[in-house]
């Protein structure tokens, strides 16, 4: 019977969306519904594993993991693409590595969520009104702001539609800008320094690794309006944390919206989690049911495709 791993299951709902009882007479499944200490940890309690399936980027797949887990033949990933799996070295293991498709919609909706939060106090004006008082912050109006994106891909664009039906005047920079793609949603293209300097909400969307790494540091915060706002529902290392909680404790810029972070899940004691001009959700951009039930069902076909020897959605 294969063993197979459902790593980093945090709400503990992978049996919502597939019954694994049923699948009981092929595979032995084990959900882990909490991260890992450390990758000792990762390492000592998937040692049995021969199949892992992957929320993605929750549980970073290094050279080290791959190299000393003996047993694994397979690695189905949440998603087309995972950065975190050292591809390279499981090549050399032979190890099979398959993907899911994903909704890209949700991530879009809940940038909105958060920028009009920021825009109308929502996290001060709801534990206010908790608290029995009344009206107690002045909003900001949307139409005539500048929405600056880092990055006009799928989920950008999907943003740059939505600022445009506000009335907002879009502006966008990556270091791969499609023209062609600006032109076509009335974006305006412009340089990483003028995007700084002149959003009023300051939104991106370009995918983690070393190329964004850092990308908005004190350097660029100090750049901003004082009354902008940064809202990044990508990868947490494109912003360096640090800065940013220099940037927010000392009023540099007006607030963010966070719903990534360098480390994840969020520390109890990070700083971020006690600034009043913060606002935070739980890396849940993809976190919806229609999302899941997807991803969870293709991973069980990628993993029987493996198994019969027809692999599908492989990832190279």
Known sequence: MLKVAILDDYQNVSQKFVDLKKLSA????????????????????????????????RTPMTKNLIDNLINLKFIITSGLRNKSIDIEAAKKRKIIICGTEMNSHPTPELTWALILGLARNFKEEIDNMYQGYWQTTLGVELKGKILGLIGLGRVGSQVAKIGTAFGMQVMAWSENLDLNKCKELDVLPCTKEDLISNSDFLSIHVQGGDRYK??????????????????????????????????????????????????????ENNKLRFLPNALLTPHIGYVTAENYHMIYNQMIAALESCVEGKPIRVIE
């Open 26 to 57: 092929k595979y032995d499944f084990k959900i882990f519904s909490e991260p890992f200490s450390d990758e000792a940890d990762a390492l000592d309690q998937l040692q049995e594993f021969e199949a892992l399936m992957l929320m993605r980027e």
């Open 214 to 267: 850092d990308c908005i540091t004190l350097k660029e915060l100090d750049k901003m309006k004082n009354t902008a706002f940064i809202i990044n529902t990508s990868r947490g290392p494109i912003i360096k944390e640090d800065d940013l909680i220099i940037a927010l404790s000392t009023n540099v810029i007006a607030g963010a919206g966070l719903d990534v972070y360098e480390k994840e899940p969020l520390p």
